[in-house]
C-alpha cells in the first residue's frame, strides 16, 4: 500500500479445494471478477509454486546483466532503468504450465474477456538494480480511441516480492472503467513523440495521461504501489492508468507480462513470438480455454527478433483504409 493511502488491490486467495482442484469456486470467482471490473486490478495470490518462479528468476536476473553490458542494448523509453526481456522459451527445463498456462489465469481470462481468449503478447519488465529517482508518467497502454469493454488483460508475473523500495508498478484503481482517449495526452512537439517511435504523429494521442485529467481523477482515488510476492499473479484491464517505478534496492525487479485479448476484439497483428523447437509445449494436444495466437521461429531466429517488444492492440476498424 502506498504512504497517505488506505486504498490497496485486492487480493484472491486460493482455498486448498480450489487448488486440488485447479479452479476457483464459484463464489470466489464472482470476488476476482468483481475486483478486475470495480478496480481493473485483481493479485491472485499464490497460483504458481515459489520454487519455479525463482528459477526463472535466477536466469532473467543473469541475462539481465548480460544485456546491460552489451552498448547496443535498448532501454524502455530510452531511459537507463529499465529494460524489457524474452523469458527463456527455449530451455525445456524452465517451461511450466503453472506459469504459460496457469489454470487460474485462464479461468478468469474466460470469464472476464469471454471464451476463447487469445494469448498473443508476452514480454518480461526488468526495473534494473540501483536506478532510483526514475519513473514513467501515469498512461494507458493506448494511442487510439480503445474500447469500452474488457478486450485486454495483462497477468503480469513477479519474480521476486514487489514493494515500493523495489519500484512495484503505480497503479490508478478504477481509472479504466469510465477512462477514454479523451483523457490522454495530445502530441504536440517532436519531444512528446521521442519516447514513442512510429506510434503516432504531432496531433495524435500518446499514452500519457494529461494532468488535469490526473488532477481530478487523485481526488476521487489517489493512485497506489500494491505489494505482492512470489507466486501471485497481478491481472490489468489495460485500460487502467498506471506507472513503472524506480527500483531503489540492490537486485532487478523483474515481472513477466502475458496478454490476453478478447475473442470480440478485432486485432490480427499482435502474436506470441515462440520457438518451434517448443511446440509440443507451447500447443499441446489442443488449449480448449485459450488460443495460442503465435509465430514460429527456430532457436536461432528467435534470438535475433525484436518484434516483441511493439505492443500493437489498434482494432482492425481503425486502420486507415
Known amino acids: 500500500m502506498s504512504i497517505g493511502s488506505t486504498d490497496d488491490a485486492q487480493s484472491i486467495v486460493l482455498s486448498d479445494q480450489e ?8 463464489e470466489t470467482l464472482a470476488k476476482v471478477l468483481g475486483a478486475l471490473h ?21 536466469w532473467m536476473c543473469d541475462d539481465a546483466d548480460r544485456r546491460i553490458r552489451d552498448p547496443t542494448q535498448a532501454y524502455n523509453h530510452g531511459i537507463k532503468s529499465n529494460i524489457l526481456q524474452r523469458p527463456p522459451l527455449t530451455e525445456p527445463e524452465l517451461l511450466s504450465k503453472d506459469v504459460y498456462f496457469n489454470p487460474f489465469v485462464l479461468q478468469t481470462a474466460n470469464a472476464y474477456l469471454g471464451h476463447r481468449p487469445i494469448w498473443n503478447w508476452m514480454t518480461a519488465n526488468n526495473a534494473l538494480a540501483n536506478t532510483g529517482g526514475t519513473r514513467q508518467p501515469p498512461h494507458k497502454d493506448s494511442s487510439f480511441d480503445h474500447p469500452l469493454y474488457p478486450y485486454f488483460f495483462i497477468a503480469n508475473i513477479p519474480l521476486c516480492d514487489f514493494s515500493i523500495e523495489n519500484g512495484s508498478t503505480e497503479f490508478w484503481l478504477g481509472s479504466h472503467s469510465h477512462t477514454t482517449q479523451a483523457e490522454q495526452k495530445v502530441a504536440e512537439t517532436e519531444e512528446d513523440l521521442a519516447s514513442y517511435p512510429g506510434l503516432t504523429e504531432i496531433g495524435g494521442i500518446i499514452p500519457p495521461i494529461s494532468e488535469e485529467a490526473k488532477e481530478e481523477r487523485r481526488k476521487i482515488r489517489p493512485p497506489i504501489q500494491p505489494a505482492c510476492g512470489r507466486g501471485d499473479v497481478m491481472i490489468r484491464d489495460l485500460r487502467l492508468w498506471h506507472a513503472g517505478m524506480p527500483n531503489h534496492s540492490n537486485a532487478h525487479r523483474v515481472m513477466l507480462g502475458l496478454g490476453y485479448m478478447s475473442p470480440h476484439h478485432p486485432n490480427y497483428y499482435l502474436k506470441v513470438h515462440l520457438p518451434s523447437s517448443q511446440e509440443k509445449f507451447f500447443l499441446g494436444n489442443g488449449r480448449p480455454d485459450v488460443e495460442v495466437r503465435a509465430q514460429w521461429y527456430s532457436d536461432e531466429d528467435l534470438a535475433k527478433v525484436t518484434e516483441d517488444v511493439n505492443f500493437y492492440t489498434k482494432p482492425a476498424y481503425l486502420e486507415k483504409k
Open 19 to 26: 487448488r486440488l482442484e485447479g479452479k476457483y469456486s464459484p
Open 38 to 58: 470495480q478496480d481493473g486490478l485483481v493479485v491472485l495470490k499464490n497460483v504458481i509454486p515459489v520454487e519455479t518462479i525463482d528459477k526463472i528468476n535466477t
